[in-house]
């Protein structure tokens, strides 16, 4: 059975850098073709995607974010962990993991969200 | 603003069968497959479509998609009250990115 859990800070200041982890089971990271993304949505809003690091460690990012943004894995302890620096009310957002895999190019499981409020 | 451009309402009064587009380009719908999902209230969003046309174990046969060129659509036959529901299409982009659809809320009647 395959489950993704986010676990993060649900209140960040403006300018910090958040920290969100991705904790997953019943597969894993270093399986050939595997990936875990991060989506975002924001109150009411569209879902955007932020970015997606693979069973090889390749790397990908959002191109209006990667500035602010850094992908990590732990395939030990299937852990996925996403940084995003200076962050912006703007920011107040849903934050979702997802798993993909290259050979099928969609997001099959996904965890059940951590929303992260931006304030003062 | 969304790469994907999708329209942001669709309704429809049970039994009937609605469609959701979902308009991209070259790079991302023209030369990758689709995925469709539907969102719930409160909830995480869930696959409901894959590889243009093809539906996850468990999803009902009344969903179907289609896509043509740079377009793919979404369509619900025998619509039911809890299709009600926000629709998202995505794609991978050429570019090495994810896009999205700025999502459809549809609304039954």
């Known amino acids: 059975q395959v489950t993704l859990r986010e676990s993060g800070p649900a209140l960040v200041k403006p300018t910090q850098t958040l920290t969100l982890t991705c904790t997953f089971s019943?597969?894993?990271?270093?399986?050939?073709?595997?990936?875990v993304s991060w989506i975002r949505q924001p109150p009411g809003k569209a879902l955007e995607w932020l970015a997606l690091?693979?069973?090889?460690?390749?790397?990908y990012y959002s191109t209006s974010l990667k500035t602010r943004l850094t992908i990590s894995k732990d395939t030990s302890k299937n852990q996925v962990v996403l940084t995003m620096t200076n962050m912006d009310p703007v920011d107040t957002a849903t934050y979702y993991c997802?798993?993909?895999?290259?050979?099928?190019?969609?997001?099959?499981?996904w965890g059940q969200g951590t929303l992260v409020t931006v304030s003062s | 603003q969304s790469v994907l451009t999708q329209p942001p309402s669709a309704s429809g009064t049970p039994g009937q069968r609605v469609t959701i587009s979902c308009s991209g380009s070259?790079?991302?719908?023209?030369?990758?497959?689709v995925n469709w999902y539907q969102q719930l209230p409160g909830t995480a969003p869930k696959l409901l479509i894959y590889?243009?046309?093809q539906r996850p174990s468990g999803v009902p046969d009344r969903f179907s998609g289609s896509k043509s060129g740079t377009s793919a659509s979404l369509a619900i036959s025998g619509l039911q009250s809890e299709d009600e529901a926000d629709y998202y299409c995505?794609?991978?982009?050429?570019?090495?990115?994810?896009?999205f659809g700025g999502g459809t809320k549809l609304t039954v009647l």
């Open positions: 690091i693979d069973w090889d460690d390749d790397k």
């Open positions: 590889s243009n046309n």
């Open positions: 997802a798993r993909t895999n290259w050979g099928t190019y969609y997001f099959d499981y």
């Open positions: 070259s790079s991302n719908i023209g030369s990758n497959t």
């Open positions: 019943g597969f894993s990271l270093s399986t050939s073709g595997m990936c």
């Open positions: 995505a794609a991978w982009d050429d570019s090495l990115i994810w896009v």
